[in-house]
């Protein structure tokens, strides 16, 4: 049975959860984890008078129910176990994961996965600027998976090394900005300056409007990225599935970003206008 | 023993322990698919001679592709890992990476050893191949003129087992093939299998050594029908033709159990006598007595 944390109230503080992992508390009874230390706002807090706790985590499964929204880091340096939150939560979900999975049934704040390197997080709703991107280090992703049902803000894989993020709805500007690799999909809208800055990687821009592209990106021809065969069965594993045609479509690809080392790549389903 | 007509002749056949490597091949459509695994499975029928020993295992459905695209998985047997290494690089560098449309993938993502693939190959890329690690496994995208050649990083290897035969005498050479190709047409769909030789069948089946000294193989005299009366044979008195069909698997079990099958398709009238070949029992580690196999795996 799984380890169930149940907020007893609304806060407003911000509520660091992020020493509360699946392999900590596994060992715990719920009393003893009621008299874990939390850091809410200044103040140290037992975790029990904020959270009702029901369960054990000894299956290496935890749930954390509420608004959470005010929480951050939940699922900091995971590596293994499944962390799932029934609610919406704040900034730094799954910030430097190693492995394991997060679950988020609402949506999560700022720099979900920020500098993660393996696993895979699952948000159901949206999120906010940097996704996979940690600013205060300046540090992007080097692994794993982050899906995203709703939409993402600002400069989604900033920074980027290695893994994949996908997007089902719109993103803010300057996605993948300075990427040094790693693949970022994105199904709806992708605001302006996409891959500014970027030295290798992909961007898979899967929506049918024209794509604002920089002028520091050279068109290239059309082709059927194969990758993309493989990319989908990968995501569609855990819970993102894409219409699996897009793997046989032709896609304009474009090369750039030529102020940087100019060998990152930007799909689109849109073939512009040709030459 | 006798299978209808057919008598089973208490015999074994000699079989050698090899490493064995399994790749996924797909392509745009049958034409191109069968055109890269003809060319990567050419000149491999045996390692008397060939750096390896390869041929299709069987079709592979769009559902049980890694790109979704029709494939076809191939097996490849060699002496050790670091020659099968350098045969399957070379083999997928000439045969399929040349090959319009193809993509070749790790069909032993559990062997026990791995030998690089795509990492070699990308280099061919010059400078402008991309790698793309989806979960734990590492893509090399190649650029080439018609779009981009997809490979993974490595393959897996593991141990097989090479040599598992039947011999087939029969009347006649139109029955002989016949039979032949049964057996072959038998053991398509088998998976962990392979016949490397052409068509499945090999007519010159070979004895250790010869008179001349640099040869290590020479035409097995006790079974050409032209030799019989001039030379000791174990030819059947009534056998003017010889199959050989050399089957080579992933374990013993497969081995076993195709040379069962095997047998079994082949019997029937024409076929005088169906037996097991071998070198007298010292060279090859493991050994397949034809009757115990017949018992071991009823049809």
């Known amino acids: 049975m799984a380890l169930h944390l149940t907020t007893r109230t609304h806060w407003t503080l911000p509520i660091d959860l992020s020493g509360e992992l699946p392999g900590l508390l596994a060992p715990l009874s719920p009393s003893e984890v009621g008299k874990r230390k939390l850091l809410v706002g200044r103040e140290q807090v037992d975790l029990g008078e904020i959270f009702s706790i029901s369960g054990s ?12 929204s005010t929480a951050f ?6 590596k293994e176990g499944q962390v799932t939150v029934r609610g919406s939560v704040g900034s730094y979900c799954g910030s430097q994961m190693k492995g394991g999975s997060i679950v988020v049934e609402g949506s999560a704040g700022t720099s979900v996965g920020a500098a993660m390197a393996g696993g895979t997080i699952h948000v159901l709703g949206s999120c906010g600027n940097d996704v996979g991107h940690d600013p205060r280090r300046g540090v992007g992703m080097t692994g794993g998976t982050i899906v995203v049902d709703g939409s993402a803000g600002t400069h989604v894989g900033r920074t980027i090394r290695r893994g994949t993020i996908a997007v089902r709805g719109s993103v803010g500007e300057g996605a993948v900005m300075d990427a040094i690799a790693g693949t970022v999909i994105v199904m709806g809208k992708s605001g302006r300056n996409a891959g500014s800055g970027m030295r290798r990687g992909s961007l898979f821009l899967l929506d049918d409007a024209p794509p604002e592209i920089l002028p520091t990106f050279q068109r290239g021809r059309s082709l059927k990225p194969l990758i993309l065969s493989l990319l989908l069965p990968h995501l569609a594993s855990i819970g993102f599935k894409i219409d699996p045609s897009f793997a046989h479509r032709d896609m304009r690809l474009y090369h750039g970003d030529m102020l ?3 060998l990152g790549e930007i799909f689109s389903v849109h073939q512009g206008d040709g030459e | ?6 008598t089973i002749r208490e015999s074994f056949a000699e079989a050698f322990g090899m490493r064995f490597t399994r790749l996924i091949v797909t392509a745009h459509d049958e034409h191109w698919l069968e055109a890269a695994v003809r060319e990567a499975t050419g000149f491999a029928t045996s390692v008397i001679a060939c750096d390896v020993e390869a041929a299709l295992e069987r079709w592979l459905p769009t559902g049980e592709t890694p790109d979704g695209r029709l494939g076809a998985a191939i097996l490849m ?7 099968l290494a350098d045969s399957v690089t070379r083999r997928v560098g000439q045969c399929i990476l040349t090959c319009p449309t193809t993509a070749v993938f790790d069909g032993l993502p559990d062997g026990t050893e791995r030998v690089p693939l795509g990492k070699f190959l990308r280099f061919f890329g010059d400078g402008f191949q991309r790698s793309k690690v989806i979960g734990d496994r590492r893509f090399w995208r190649v650029p080439v003129m018609d779009g981009e050649f997809l490979v993974e990083e490595s393959v897996g290897v593991a141990k097989g087992i090479a ?10 050479s139109e029955g002989a093939l016949r039979a032949a190709r049964s057996v072959v047409d038998a053991l398509a769909p088998m ?3 392979i016949v490397p030789f052409p068509g499945g069948v090999v007519r010159s089946g070979s004895k250790v050594g010869s008179k001349y000294p640099k040869l290590r193989a020479s035409t097995n005299n006790a079974y050409c029908p032209t030799l019989a009366g001039r030379v000791p044979t174990e030819l059947h008195p009534n056998a003017n033709c010889a199959y050989e069909v050399v089957i080579d698997g992933v374990d013993e079990p497969s081995v076993a159990g195709a040379m069962a099958k095997a047998a079994r398709s082949a019997a029937g009238e024409g076929v005088l006598v169906i037996e097991a070949g071998n070198y007298g029992g010292k060279l090859g580690k493991f050994h397949f007595p034809l009757i115990d196999v017949l018992e071991r795996f009823p049809g």
């Open chain 1, 57 to 68: 985590a000894g299956d290496g499964v935890v749930v954390w129910e509420g608004d959470l």
């Open chain 1, 73 to 78: 880091g939940i699922g900091h340096l995971l």
């Open chain 1, 260 to 262: 940087s080392l100019g």
């Open chain 2, 77 to 83: 047997f060699g002496f050790s890992t670091a020659s």
């Open chain 2, 163 to 172: 040599g598992g035969n039947i011999i087939l005498q029969c009347i006649n």
């Open chain 2, 1 to 6: 023993m006798k299978l209808g007509p057919t």
């Open chain 2, 191 to 193: 998976p962990g299998v």
